[in-house]
């Protein structure tokens, strides 16, 4: 038996264990938004402590003006052993509409489906104790069985991350020489199906921004000024029908700047991923691709940039209708960003070109609600991803998916802005999996092949 | 000829009690497009009832469609067979207040309140729009009657309930109503003058159709970060769609818009020509300055002759603070046509959603509601007997000769009388430019109220004087 053998032995035997810790922890309602729970908030992040304490971590909970942090170092005594910051939070969603839920959302069940697959039902079984805990178990196991891990490891777990982490810049800022590490590997995201694991090596950045334009000062008639009087909701469609050009394309001087190519070797690995647009788009309701002509929708959400109205409003909206040349008309954008498009750039190109459809008398302001997020990109070829990748190949038998995500995830971007860290993501949720939803669950294999996999991928990162 | 000045002296000295009934009558919120204001609307029918039943009407509240009608009917005693009958149509419901924090005082607490350049202003929603204007005739009949005893003619007054929102109402108690309503003339004050010291009379209006679309695209709203992109924004659609709707040089582009739409006759073209219509500062008292309308065309002609197409509210998505990373399902957007000449409101319509239907994608579909009732554009002859009495009585009062002008605006009502009771319209009306009528701080000069009312007792004093002269 080689030594990775031994190690997930350990796991598998451990494995009713480690469901028996995961349950204890989902049975805490530790809901970070409703300060109802803020007691039950401390109380998971202290038997998370306890927990780490046990194992050979020096853990402690950590406190921050909202709910507290977990912090806790494994040091190997290996002066080569790289060090990586693993993270995941504590906190779960409100669990309503309860009378949704088939068991109660706080006492964990385990059933088998009628397909055989058994699951854990329970709020926060995968969104994220389930999650966090695979990283967990997995390193119980390599301490059980060699009595040490073969990285230098620091755990992050964070008890404000389904209320918009108010604590976490500030914290990180405070706390940036302890946390800073050589990367840091996130758990939080999903498999690519049941069978196929994945990494997700690519988010999309954002730029939000409001425009207001101002004609008439005042709301007229519009049978007496219509026609002479400029109407700003025509100005303002004029200039949205004017984003994008008929292949989809987004006009915007200099918008695809910093955009580049996917690489051929990823799209043939998209390409083997059979994604199904038709599918995609039917369970919306559509069948017409709106994106860029020529590229496929996997690579408009994971690669391409857009812009998209969010919102848009002037003039009467009510019941029947009122004959009005409103004084405003406002819209609300959002630019998903790929690549080394950034925020600043795009956010003062699209106020140009805004701008410059405007009539001299009329006026166009801006207002954005922060300075946006430049993409989040890991090169799929580094060996940080070659390696996790092959340990997941290794568990699951097949290729690693390597992903992207059109949405964004903030913790991204604090570790990369704050403490200069690259992320990896890496997890098992599945996409039926029910997060922020009754019945949330957490597939047994999930659970078990996750603690697997972070068995290899700690063993392959050590090597 | 007998001297006027005594029904003018009773006109003056009731100004106050005048103005205390106006602003009795503006205190009903009588919105009628939302159904929480049609208690109020119910009410002020009632009011305007007992009113008019107070200065000796037959007056009666009858049921239509949508908000009651008060028909009121004075058929003095003897009356020579050869007097004409007269009907006055007013319209007791009002524009929608919003925005109200934009109202320096509540919209239906009605104060006078006097400005740095001494004209004193009753504001309130409504005070132009129609009560104010509505009432200058009410209260020139009352004076007329207390000073002689009784109308010159017979008279049904017509006030509705449904002028800013469905029209179709209307017309469905017309069409019922015919033998009853029916009269040699109808009377509206429901338009502006010239300016603050021309008096004028609308000869010209243009008709209007209001079409609301809604586009549907996704089933639901979707997170714009895992469906940007391949997923289709109505947003982008609609406002694509909305964007197509005036070429570059402002002229609409839906496929023969302008069929029907004829070029002004030289002899009105001269006759606008004269009246050095101040383009700039009409577009500098709204804050602009540069004319939006069709190129080529004077800013008066874009709104007396021209048709347009007006984006009046547009709404979908997120719209609350901050940000919300949402691909809305549906974007709507409300829109009204202003017609010209023969426009016909089918025919547009049809070509509208033609143009629409062209601009769909596949994937999505599109929903329309019309609402408001169609009106065709109107022309009043400008030689008949009507328009020269009331030049006169008009000069008489403001001491300068009345314009004959179009009104961009639409009465859909002139149309109604015209179609179905056969009835040409005399439209004179005291409003102001800035009258802000359909918008915050709505307001009615004490001028154009109290010298609206002395015009009418002017109108009434001539067709008293028609009669004389028939008699003798």
Known sequence: MTRIDSILSAADKGLDRSLDRLFDLVRIPSISTDPAYKADCRKAAERIVADLSALGFSASVRETPGHPMVVAHFDPKDGKAPHFLFYGHYDVQPPDPLDKWTTPPFEPAKRTGKDGIVRLYGRGTADDKGQLLTFVEAMRAWITETGTLPVKATILIEGEEESGSPSLVPFLKANKAELTCDAAFVCDTNMWDEKTPAITTRLRGTVKDEITITGPRVDLHSGAYGGPAANPIRILSKLLSTLHDKNGKVTIPGFYDGVSDVPKEVKAQWAKLKFSDRKFLKEVGLSVPAGEKGKSALEQVWARPTAEVNGIWGGYTGAGTKTVIPSQAHAKITFRLVGKQKPEKIQKAFRAFAKAQVPKDCQIEFSSSGPGSPASEIAETSPLIRKSAAALKEEFRRDTALIGSGGSIPIVRYFKDVLGMDSVLIGFGLNDDALHSPNEKYNLSSFHRGIRSWVRVLGALGR | ?472
């Not at chain 2, 207390?146 to 109402?169: C, M, N, V, W």
Request: proline share 7%; glycine share 10%; aromatic share 8%.
């Open chain 2, 1 to 472: 000829m007998k001297s006027l000045d005594d029904v003018l002296q009773g006109v003056d000295a009731a100004l106050d009690d005048s103005l205390a009934r106006l602003f009795e009558l503006l205190r009903f919120p009588t919105v009628a497009t939302d159904p929480a204001f049609h208690g109020a609307c119910r009410d002020a029918a009632a009011w305007l009832r007992d009113l008019l039943a107070g200065m000796g009407f037959d007056a009666r509240i009858e049921a239509t469609t949508g908000q009651p009608v008060i028909v009121a009917e004075y058929a003095p005693k003897g009356l020579p067979s050869h007097a004409p009958r007269i009907l006055f149509y007013g319209h007791y419901d009002v524009q929608p207040p919003d925005p109200l924090e934009l109202w320096e005082s509540p919209p239906f607490e009605p104060q006078l309140r006097k400005g740095a350049d001494g004209e004193t202003r009753i504001f309130a929603r409504g005070a132009c729009d129609d009560k104010g204007q509505l009432m200058t005739f009410l209260e020139a009949s009352r004076a007329w009657i207390k000073a002689r005893g009784s109308l010159p003619f017979r008279l049904t007054i017509l006030l509705e309930g449904d002028e800013e929102g469905d029209s179709t109402h209307l017309d469905r108690y017309v069409a019922k109503n015919r033998a009853r309503l029916k009269a040699d003339v109808a009377f509206i004050c429901d338009t502006g003058m010239w300016d603050a010291k021309t008096p004028a009379i609308t000869t010209r209006l243009r008709g209007c159709i209001a079409e609301e679309i809604v586009v549907s695209g996704p089933s639901k709203d979707l997170h714009s970060g895992l469906y940007g992109g391949p997923a289709r924004n109505p947003i982008r659609v609609l406002t694509k769609i909305l964007g197509d709707l005036h070429d570059r040089n402002g002229r609409v582009s839906i496929p023969g818009f302008y069929d029907g739409v004829d070029p002004v006759p030289p002899a009105t073209r001269r006759q606008w020509k004269s009246l050095k219509f101040p383009e700039k500062k009409y577009l500098k008292g709204v804050g602009l300055s540069i004319p939006a309308g069709e190129k080529g065309y004077a800013v008066y002609e874009q709104m007396w002759s021209r048709p347009t197409a007006e984006i009046n509210g547009i709404y979908s998505g997120y719209t609350g603070a901050g940000s919300k990373t949402v691909l809305p399902a549906q974007a709507m957007a409300k829109l009204t046509f202003r017609l010209v000449g023969r426009q016909a409101p089918a025919r547009i319509r049809k070509g509208l959603r033609e143009f629409v239907k062209a601009r769909l994608p596949a994937d999505c579909k599109v929903s329309y509601k019309s609402e408001g009732g169609d009106s065709m554009a109107v022309t009043v002859v400008e030689k008949s007997p009507w328009v020269r009495l009331a030049q006169g009585a008009l000069k008489d009062e403001w001491g300068r000769s009345p314009v004959l002008m179009a009104d961009g605006a639409s009465i859909p009502v002139v149309g109604t009388f015209k179609s179905l009771l056969g009835v040409d319209t005399l439209l004179v009306g005291f409003g102001l430019e800035d009258d802000s009528v359909h918008s915050p701080n709505e307001k009615y000069n004490l001028t154009s109220f109290r010298k609206g009312i002395r015009s009418w007792t002017r109108i009434i004093a001539g067709l008293a004087e028609q009669q004389e002269r028939a008699k003798s």
